[in-house]
């Protein structure tokens, strides 16, 4: 395969993971967005486009792969955004095919925070029938046990990534073709993962036994496409065919799309943050439109935890439309009080003092005019170190507001993700440690409130609450009820919710 040398990473990069609590990004990371294409002219293209309608999913590096009958497999992987790297032609040009996949990264396993070169997917393998590559969606909970072992065995590793260990397996297997090899693999995997491949002349999809991680199919004239979500399917002109199942296995070849069940049946546990958070709100999740059940958890909101005030603001973007929904709801005019910077990204690689100090300032702005004097209900996503909360309280009440009350569209965060959601450990988490007075008190404001886990999934589309016989969701993060042992953190001494 020919690799065009990756950019290089800033000379001096800043600590991000560090400044980024001041900055509001005092929130869990979307973990990765994954694309492919098959049977569509320079797929390369289509797949950057793709990615760069998943940016919101991962923003520290992008990579494709892609192949062509002629020169065979080729690959860049580069820093930053897609739209800085992926859009140039001299590089585009070296990605030639009609078949090529595609991840953009957040770090939720390996170089956490400082992404080396080494740990962009897609990750390639040569292998005795012929090349492939793999991108992977979610967090591989058993990981360190199989990395150990593979490399007792003799695998050597190129990157951290827990997403590797899938390739070695992969090579290991006796199986001829790579769909099965594929199959050997993920069935020894643990965790979250959604995944699209390739060979030479397949694309591959498949998620795991429960769903954890979206993954979806759509159609773009003669040729197909594999989608973390709906609104990339969008950009590139193809229309939504449908979500893979849960534990499916999807091979694409010549057109045809045969499905594959490599797994033993599971209850699905899709995880609900998805729902609250990290998609866009333009997409179709579990069949429903994000925008409309985000919308609905204001609405629940609204009922659960009503309140006297003058206006309804929303922290943007993700609590906007919860912020509608209480509005339409309470009777409470929406007002948008806060105004966000759109172009904040990370422009200032090597801050000065100066600007640091000015933290959550550079990326939001208060509409003094719409806040002075007044009752404001502050609508966000979540808390979860409630850093960000605090500061935006300071913000309306230097503007003028007579009260704040929080109201949060998802149940108090008290537990980690260990599927491909990067949260901070459990003890740095506001509401693993306090009740929701002290968390007011903590936050100092006049009222604060979160929906609870039932309002959550009446919300989501399951009218009578947690149905324990309806399709579940993952909601291990506000509940601890992981539905996958996490074994890796478990052997580092990660403590399991005692069972009531
Ligand atoms: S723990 Fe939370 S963020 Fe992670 S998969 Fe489950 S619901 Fe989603």
């Given at each position: 395969m020919r690799?065009?040398?990756?950019?290089?990473?800033?000379?001096?990069?800043?600590?991000?993971?560090?400044?980024?609590?001041?900055?509001?990004?005092?929130k869990?990371?979307?973990e990765?967005?994954?694309?492919g294409v098959?049977?569509?002219?320079d797929?390369a293209n289509?797949?950057?486009?793709g990615l760069?309608?998943?940016?919101h999913?991962g923003?520290?590096?992008?990579?494709i792969?892609?192949?062509?009958?002629?020169?065979?497999?080729n690959?860049?992987?580069r820093?930053?955004?897609?739209?800085?790297?992926?859009?140039?032609q001299s590089?585009?040009?070296?990605?030639?095919?009609?078949?090529a996949?595609?991840?953009?990264?957040?770090?939720?396993?390996g170089s956490?925070g400082?992404t080396?070169?080494?740990?962009?997917?897609?990750?390639?393998?040569?292998?005795?029938?012929?090349?492939?590559?793999?991108?992977?969606n979610g967090?591989i909970?058993?990981?360190?046990?199989?990395?150990?072992?593979?490399i007792?065995r003799g695998?050597?590793?190129?990157?951290?990534?827990d997403?590797?260990?899938?390739?070695?397996?992969?090579a290991?297997?006796?199986?001829?073709?790579?769909?099965?090899?594929?199959?050997?693999?993920?069935?020894?995997?643990?965790?979250?993962?959604?995944?699209v491949?390739?060979t030479?002349?397949?694309?591959?999809g498949?998620?795991?036994?429960?769903?954890?991680?979206?993954?979806?199919?759509?159609?773009?004239?003669?040729?197909?496409a594999?989608?973390?979500?709906?609104?990339?399917?969008?950009?590139?002109?193809?229309e939504?065919?449908?979500?893979v199942?849960?534990?499916?296995m999807?091979?694409?070849?010549d057109?045809?799309v045969?499905?594959?069940?490599?797994f033993?049946p599971?209850r699905?546990?899709?995880c609900?943050?998805?729902?609250?958070?990290?998609?866009?709100?333009?997409?179709?999740?579990n069949?429903?439109?994000?925008?409309t059940?985000?919308r609905?958890?204001g609405v629940e909101?609204?009922?659960?935890?009503?309140?006297?005030?003058?206006?309804?603001?929303p922290v943007?973007?993700?609590?906007?439309?919860?912020a509608?929904?209480f509005?339409?709801?309470?009777?409470?005019?929406?007002a948008?009080?806060?105004?966000?910077?759109?172009?904040?990204?990370?422009?200032f690689?090597?801050?000065t003092?100066?600007?640091?100090?000015m933290?959550?300032?550079l990326?939001l702005?208060?509409?003094?005019?719409?806040?002075e004097g007044?009752?404001?209900?502050?609508v966000?996503?979540?808390?979860?170190?409630?850093?960000?909360s605090?500061?935006?309280?300071e913000m309306?009440?230097?503007?003028?507001?007579?009260e704040v009350?929080f109201?949060i569209?998802?149940?108090?965060t008290?537990w980690?993700?260990?599927?491909?959601?990067?949260?901070?450990?459990?003890?740095?988490l506001?509401?693993?440690?306090?009740s929701?007075?002290?968390?007011?008190?903590?936050l100092?404001?006049?009222s604060?409130?979160?929906?609870t886990l039932?309002?959550?999934?009446?919300?989501?589309?399951?009218?009578?609450?947690?149905?324990?016989?309806?399709?579940?969701?993952?909601?291990?993060?506000?509940s601890?009820?992981?539905?996958?042992?996490?074994?890796d953190q478990?052997?580092?001494?990660?403590?399991?919710?005692?069972a009531?």
């Amino acid at each position: 395969m020919r690799a065009t040398p990756p950019a290089m990473p800033p000379a001096h990069p800043f600590d991000f993971d560090a400044w980024e609590t001041d900055l509001g990004g005092d929130k869990p990371k979307e973990e990765c967005g994954i694309f492919g294409v098959i049977g569509t002219a320079d797929a390369a293209n289509f797949v950057a486009l793709g990615l760069h309608a998943l940016q919101h999913r991962g923003q520290e590096a992008g990579g494709i792969v892609c192949h062509d009958p002629e020169q065979g497999f080729n690959s860049a992987r580069r820093f930053g955004y897609v739209r800085d790297n992926f859009t140039k032609q001299s590089l585009m040009e070296t990605l030639p095919g009609p078949l090529a996949i595609g991840h953009v990264r957040y770090s939720t396993a390996g170089s956490k925070g400082h992404t080396a070169i080494r740990d962009v997917q897609p990750f390639f393998g040569e292998f005795s029938m012929g090349g492939a590559a793999i991108a992977h969606n979610g967090n591989i909970t058993n990981a360190d046990a199989l990395r150990k072992e593979l490399i007792e065995r003799g695998s050597i590793f190129q990157s951290s990534s827990d997403s590797e260990c899938i390739i070695h397996l992969m090579a290991r297997s006796l199986q001829r073709r790579v769909p099965e090899r594929m199959m050997d693999a993920l069935r020894r995997v643990e965790g979250a993962f959604s995944v699209v491949a390739m060979t030479r002349t397949k694309l591959i999809g498949v998620r795991d036994p429960l769903g954890v991680r979206p993954l979806v199919l759509g159609k773009i004239g003669e040729g197909w496409a594999l989608s973390s979500e709906t609104c990339a399917l969008d950009i590139i002109g193809a229309e939504f065919v449908r979500e893979v199942e849960p534990g499916e296995m999807v091979v694409i070849e010549d057109g045809e799309v045969k499905s594959l069940r490599p797994f033993q049946p599971a209850r699905p546990r899709f995880c609900i943050f998805e729902h609250v958070y990290f998609s866009r709100p333009d997409s179709i999740l579990n069949g429903q439109s994000v925008y409309t059940t985000r919308r609905q958890i204001g609405v629940e909101l609204a009922r659960e935890a009503p309140v006297e005030a003058d206006i309804v603001c929303p922290v943007p973007d993700s609590g906007t439309p919860a912020a509608i929904g209480f509005s339409q709801e309470s009777g409470i005019p929406y007002a948008m009080g806060i105004i966000r910077n759109q172009y904040m990204g990370r422009t200032f690689i090597e801050p000065t003092e100066q600007i640091r100090n000015m933290g959550v300032r550079l990326k939001l702005n208060v509409n003094r005019a719409l806040i002075e004097g007044k009752r404001v209900i502050l609508v966000d996503d979540s808390v979860v170190r409630g850093t960000t909360s605090r500061k935006i309280k300071e913000m309306i009440l230097d503007a003028g507001a007579k009260e704040v009350h929080f109201r949060i569209a998802s149940p108090p965060t008290a537990w980690p993700c260990f599927y491909g959601v990067d949260t901070p450990q459990r003890e740095k988490l506001l509401a693993a440690t306090m009740s929701e007075e002290e968390m007011r008190l903590h936050l100092a404001v006049d009222s604060l409130k979160f929906i609870t886990l039932d309002g959550l999934y009446r919300a989501v589309g399951e009218a009578k609450g947690r149905d324990p016989n309806a399709p579940q969701y993952c909601d291990a993060c506000f509940s601890g009820d992981y539905p996958v042992e996490p074994a890796d953190q478990i052997n580092k001494g990660f403590e399991l919710k005692a069972a009531e």
